[in-house]
C-alpha cells in the first residue's frame, strides 16, 4: 500500500497503531509525503467548505413550496435552511426565533438554573434560621419590652453537640437552686444562663432533671431542645407578658414560645421541665417534638442545616467511606452535531471515579476516563480561515470536589450533589462540572444521573480555543464500601 | 396551538405529511430545512450544473411529499430523500452527458492567493471531471459524511468497491487539483 493511500485512510477512517507509527516515522523524514499529507488534509476541508456554502436559492425553495400548494416561505426561512443544517443537525427549527433560542440554550439554562438552585440550597440550610427576625440583639430587646405578642413564636429545637459545655454550666446553675430568674439581656450575653440543652442536661440528671435526646442518623445527636428561660417565675401559661424573653447566642436563632418560657420558669423554680409540663416520660420524646404546646416547630440540625422531612430515613446518608463509580457521559456540543460523527458506544464515553468521603457531605475523588470531545477551530489554508471540526477520543484525568446534600434529600433515598473536576489530557486541560441526583438503589449501591458540562482547552497552531458547549447528561452507578 | 415539530424525528414529521394540510405544511417546512441544504448539495455536485440541479432537487422534493401517501412509516428520511435525488440523476445522466474530460477543465488563471469561492468552484470543476460513479462516491463520502455502509446500502456496491472508488475518485480530484493545492500549500 502506498503512503498515499494510508494517508487517505488515517484521515478517512483512521488506521492501527502501528501502522500510524510507521507512517509518522516516514512524514518526520520525507518532505514530499508532508505535502501530499497536506494536500490532502486540504481537499478535505474544501470538500467541507463547499459542502457549508451550498443551499437551495431562494426560487427553487419557493418553486417546490409553491408546486405542492404550501404557503411560500420568508426569505429568512430559506437562509436559516443552511444554518439549521449546519448548526442543529436534525433538530431545525421553523418555529420562530424563541423557539430556536430556546433550543440552542435549553441545556445551558438547565444546567445554570439547577446549579443555581443548589447554590441556594446550600446557603440557605448553612444560614442561621430566624436570620429574617432580625438580629439576636434586637430579639434580645424585644425579650427586654416584654411584648405578649412573643407568644406566637415558634419554639424551635435544635441539634447541637457542642453545647454540653453550656448546659453542664446551666445544669449546675440549675442544680443549685437559681430560682431568681434571668434577665433577658443577660441571657442573651450568658448563654449559660439560658440555654436549656436537654441532651447535655440528661447527662447531668441530677442537677438539672432530664430530657434527653433522641440520637439517631449515625450517632449523630439531636440536641437538646433550647429554650428561652425568663426570670419572672410566672407559671401561667395564659400571662405571656411577664417572662423576659431570653435568648441563646451563638448566632443561633432560638425563639421561645412565651408558654414554653413558663415552664422554663417552672424549671427555674425548681421543677424540671418535665415536670412542669407534665409529661410523664420525657425520654420517650424527640426533641424535635418537643414542643409542649403541638404548634410552630421548627428543626435544625446541629450543622445548621435544616433537615428535611426524611431527615430521620437514613437512606440519605452515606456511611462508607470509600466509593467506586463508573459512569457514561453524553456530553456533546449541539452546534457541531451535524459536523461529527459522536461515538455511540458506552465504552468512548465513560469515567471511573475513586471517591473517598470525609463524611456525609464533602468528598474528594480522582477521576480517569476516555470521551469524545467535539472541538471546533479554524485552518488556515492560503492565508484563508476554514471551519474545522473533529470528535477525538481523549483520555482524561482529574481531581474532583464533591458535594451531597443529604438534608435537602427531595424523597428518600434520593440526594442531591455536585461535583467538580479539574483535570487534563494529552491536548489540554479540562474542567467538568456535575449536578443531579444520586439515588440509592440497593445498600451502598447507587445510582448516579446529572447534568455534566465540561469545557477543554486546546491549542492548534499557536492559538488558543475552548470547546463551546459541551453539555449532555452523565449516568452511572456507584458502590460504597 | 401549533405542534412542536422541531421536536419531532424525522420519522414522526413523515408520518405527519398524512396529516391535515396544515399539518403536513408545518411538517413537510420542517423536513425541508433539515435536509434540503443536503439533498440540494448533493444534486449540484452530482450533475455539476446549477440548472439541472434545481430541477432534480425540485422533482424529488416533490416526489418525496407525494411518497408519504404511499409509504406507511419511513425510518431514515435522510437516505430515502438521497435515493430519489439519486434516481432522478440516474436518469438525468442517462439523457444527458455530465462529465467533462480533464482537457476541459479551465479554472481560473493560475494565480497565488485564490479566493474562498475559487477554491470551491474549483473543486466544483474538478468533480465535473469524474464519472458519475466517482463524483457520487467523493460528495457522498467527503461532503455528505455518509459511512461506507451508508454508501454502500444506497448505492447497492459492496462496502470495498465504496472504498476503493472514494479512494480513487480523490486521487484523480487531487491530481486535478494538484497544481492548486500545491500553491495552497506553499
Redesign the interface.
Known amino acids: 500500500m502506498s503512503y498515499?493511500?494510508i494517508i487517505?485512510e488515517y484521515l478517512?477512517?483512521g488506521v492501527d497503531g502501528s501502522t500510524e507509527e510507521m507512517l509518522f516515522a516516514e512524514l518526520a523524514s520525507d518532505e514530499a509525503l508532508r505535502?501530499e499529507f497536506?494536500?490532502?488534509v486540504?481537499?478535505?476541508l474544501?470538500?467541507?467548505?463547499?459542502?457549508n456554502?451550498?443551499?437551495?436559492?431562494m426560487d427553487?425553495?419557493s418553486?417546490?413550496?409553491k408546486?405542492?400548494g404550501?404557503?411560500i416561505?420568508t426569505n429568512e426561512?430559506n437562509s436559516?435552511?443552511?444554518t439549521?443544517?449546519?448548526v442543529a443537525?436534525?433538530?431545525?427549527?421553523?418555529?420562530g426565533p424563541m423557539?430556536t433560542f430556546w433550543?440552542k440554550h435549553f441545556s445551558t439554562i438547565m444546567v445554570a438554573v439547577i446549579a443555581s438552585l443548589i447554590t441556594a440550597a446550600i446557603f440557605y440550610t448553612s444560614q442561621e434560621f430566624g436570620s429574617g427576625f432580625g438580629d439576636n440583639q434586637s430579639l434580645a430587646g424585644q425579650a427586654d419590652n416584654n411584648t405578649s405578642s412573643k407568644n406566637s413564636f415558634p419554639v424551635i429545637s435544635s441539634f447541637e453537640d457542642s453545647d454540653s459545655q453550656q448546659a453542664n454550666e446551666f445544669a449546675a446553675v440549675s442544680g443549685s437552686g437559681n430560682k431568681s430568674g434571668i434577665d433577658g439581656n443577660s441571657a442573651f450575653n450568658n448563654r449559660v444562663n439560658n440555654i436549656i440543652n436537654n441532651r447535655s442536661a440528661s447527662n447531668n440528671r441530677g442537677a438539672g432533671g432530664r430530657i434527653s435526646g433522641q440520637s439517631s442518623r449515625n450517632g449523630r445527636s439531636f440536641a437538646g431542645n433550647r429554650q428561652a428561660a425568663s426570670g419572672s417565675g410566672d407559671n401561667d401559661p395564659d400571662k405571656h407578658l411577664s417572662g423576659n424573653l431570653s435568648l441563646a447566642s451563638n448566632s443561633r436563632q432560638v425563639i421561645a414560645d412565651i408558654s414554653s418560657l413558663n415552664s422554663a420558669n417552672s424549671y427555674a423554680n425548681g421543677q424540671s421541665p418535665a415536670q412542669a409540663l407534665g409529661i410523664k416520660d420525657p425520654t420517650r420524646l424527640a426533641q424535635n417534638s418537643f414542643n409542649p404546646y403541638g404548634t410552630n416547630v421548627i428543626s435544625i440540625p446541629a450543622s445548621g442545616r435544616r433537615s428535611s422531612l426524611f431527615d430521620d430515613l437514613v437512606d440519605n446518608i452515606d456511611n462508607t467511606k470509600w466509593g467506586v463509580t463508573v459512569r457514561g457521559i453524553s456530553v456533546s456540543d449541539a452546534s457541531l452535531n451535524n459536523?461529527l460523527?459522536n461515538s455511540n458506544n458506552w465504552l468512548d464515553n465513560a469515567n471511573v471515579e475513586v471517591l473517598y468521603k470525609f463524611d456525609q457531605y464533602w468528598g474528594m475523588s480522582v477521576d480517569f476516563g476516555r470521551e469524545n470531545i467535539a472541538q471546533a477551530f479554524t485552518g488556515t489554508?492560503?492565508?484563508?480561515a476554514y471551519d474545522f471540526a473533529q470528535n477525538p477520543a481523549l483520555y482524561w484525568y482529574g481531581i474532583s470536589g464533591l458535594l451531597r446534600l443529604p438534608d435537602i434529600a427531595i424523597l428518600s433515598g434520593i440526594v442531591p450533589f455536585a461535583k467538580l473536576t479539574i483535570g487534563g489530557t494529552a491536548i489540554g486541560p479540562i474542567g467538568r462540572f456535575q449536578t443531579g441526583l444520586r439515588v440509592r438503589f440497593y445498600e451502598n449501591i447507587r445510582l448516579v444521573a446529572a447534568l455534566e458540562s465540561t469545557g477543554l482547552f486546546y491549542n492548534v497552531d499557536g492559538i488558543n480555543y475552548s470547546t463551546g458547549k459541551l453539555l449532555g447528561f452523565t449516568y452511572g452507578i456507584s458502590y460504597g464500601f | 396551538m401549533?405542534k412542536?415539530?422541531?421536536k419531532y424525528?424525522?420519522s414522526e414529521l413523515f408520518l405527519e405529511l398524512k396529516g391535515s394540510r396544515k399539518e403536513a405544511?408545518?411538517a413537510?417546512?420542517?423536513l425541508?430545512?433539515?435536509?434540503?441544504?443536503?439533498i440540494?448539495?448533493y444534486c449540484?455536485?452530482v450533475t455539476g450544473n446549477t440548472e439541472d440541479a434545481?430541477d432534480i432537487?425540485?422533482e424529488a422534493?416533490?416526489k418525496f411529499?407525494d411518497a408519504a401517501a404511499k409509504i406507511e412509516n419511513l425510518e431514515n428520511v435522510r437516505g430515502f430523500l438521497l435515493r430519489v435525488a439519486r434516481n432522478l440523476c440516474l436518469n438525468f445522466k442517462r439523457d444527458k452527458k455530465i462529465n467533462l474530460s480533464i482537457e476541459n477543465f479551465q479554472p481560473y488563471s493560475h494565480d497565488?492567493?485564490?479566493?474562498?469561492?475559487e477554491?470551491?468552484d474549483?473543486?466544483?470543476g474538478a468533480l465535473e471531471c469524474l464519472t458519475f460513479d466517482y463524483r457520487e462516491a467523493?460528495v457522498l463520502?467527503?461532503?455528505?459524511?455518509l459511512?461506507?455502509r451508508e454508501i454502500a446500502d444506497l448505492t447497492d456496491e459492496s462496502i470495498a468497491a465504496v472504498k476503493n472508488r472514494?479512494?480513487r475518485a480523490?486521487?484523480k480530484?487531487?491530481n486535478i487539483?494538484?497544481p492548486y493545492?500545491?500553491?495552497?500549500?506553499k
Do not use: C
Open positions: 498515499s493511500k487517505h478517512d477512517t505535502s497536506n494536500r490532502q486540504q481537499l478535505h474544501i470538500a467541507q467548505s463547499d459542502m456554502s451550498i443551499s437551495p436559492p427553487v425553495t418553486g417546490v413550496f408546486s405542492l404550501f404557503e416561505p426561512f436559516n435552511i443552511a439549521k443544517a449546519a443537525g436534525s433538530a431545525g427549527s421553523a418555529n423557539m433550543k459536523r460523527a489554508i492560503a492565508g484563508k | 401549533s412542536p415539530y422541531s424525528s424525522d405544511e408545518s413537510f417546512a420542517e425541508y430545512s433539515r435536509h434540503a441544504q443536503r440540494y448539495a449540484l455536485r434545481n432537487f425540485q422534493m416533490l411529499y497565488r492567493g485564490y479566493e474562498q469561492k477554491l470551491l474549483l473543486i466544483a467523493f463520502r467527503q461532503y455528505h459524511g459511512s461506507y472514494v479512494w480523490k486521487e480530484i487531487k487539483l494538484s493545492l500545491e500553491d495552497i500549500t
